[in-house]
């Protein structure tokens, strides 16, 4: 079936980086992009870009532009997805999702089990 | 930015019938999805392209959009139906961002 399984819980300092892995299994990785999404304490869901799992290309929300870069290995069907000079505000749980056949425009189907990154001095 | 707008709290009783709406401009030209998240969980998709329903979600699970108005219908609601529901949509052809509703809270009486 098919599976999106998500690195372990991470703490960091504020400035620091964190870098999120997401590996899949059950499909043809290539054939579908990934979405990354997350969801701070007690707040609704906001998405944070894109990438496609074929050609490597990104789309990134306004608000994170500079600060995230989305990549996949497809030698290892996984996606990682790194946000830079993190801030308190950063603190939230992180999810990547598969985006259903036919890419852009169509929903989310199958979610990790979620990151959580905690952001304190 | 396009925004999304949903009340912040349904409530039914069970065996009823819950309707959630998500509001935006002419949000009757784009495709809607639908994410159920209960508490310490990851969300799930219940209905997407505005009425289709994934394998395995109920058929109590339905979907409409037209005009400035998409709502999310669940019929004959039971206790394990409560939980936060978000719509979803994507941006313009020239804007490939996608934007979620800010979410409702389905309670079970």
């Known amino acids: 079936q098919v599976q999106l399984v998500q690195s372990g819980a991470e703490v960091k300092k504020p400035g620091a980086s964190v870098k999120v892995s997401c590996k899949t299994s059950?499909?043809?990785?290539?054939?579908?992009?990934l979405s990354w999404v997350r969801q701070a304490p007690g707040q609704g869901l906001e998405w944070l870009g894109w990438?496609?799992?074929?050609?490597?290309?990104?789309n990134y929300a306004q608000r994170l532009q500079g600060r995230v870069t989305m990549t996949t290995d497809t030698s290892t069907s996984t996606a990682y997805m790194e946000l830079r000079s993190l801030r308190s505000d950063d603190t939230a749980m992180y999810y990547c999702?598969?985006?259903?056949?036919?890419?852009?425009?169509?929903?989310?189907?199958?979610w990790g089990q979620g990151t959580m990154v905690t952001v304190s001095s | 930015s396009y925004v999304l707008t949903q009340p912040p709290s349904v409530s039914v009783a069970p065996g009823q019938t819950a309707r959630i709406t998500c509001g935006g401009n002419?949000?009757?030209?784009?495709?809607v999805h639908w994410y159920q998240q209960k508490p310490g969980q990851a969300p799930v998709l219940v209905v997407y392209?505005?009425?289709d329903r994934p394998s395995g979600i109920p058929e109590r699970f339905s979907g409409s959009n037209s005009g400035n108005t998409a709502t999310l219908t669940i019929s004959r609601v039971e206790a394990g139906d409560e939980a936060d529901y978000y719509c979803?949509?994507?941006?313009?052809?020239?804007?490939?961002?996608?934007?979620f509703g800010g979410g409702t809270k389905l309670t079970v009486l």
């Open positions: 979803q949509v994507w941006g313009s052809s020239s804007d490939l961002h996608v934007v």
């Open positions: 392209d505005d009425s």
């Open positions: 990438t496609s799992a074929y050609n490597g290309n990104a």
């Open positions: 059950g499909y043809t990785f290539t054939n579908y992009g």
């Open positions: 002419n949000i009757g030209s784009k495709s």
């Open positions: 999702a598969r985006i259903m056949a036919g890419g852009t425009g169509r929903a989310f189907d199958v």
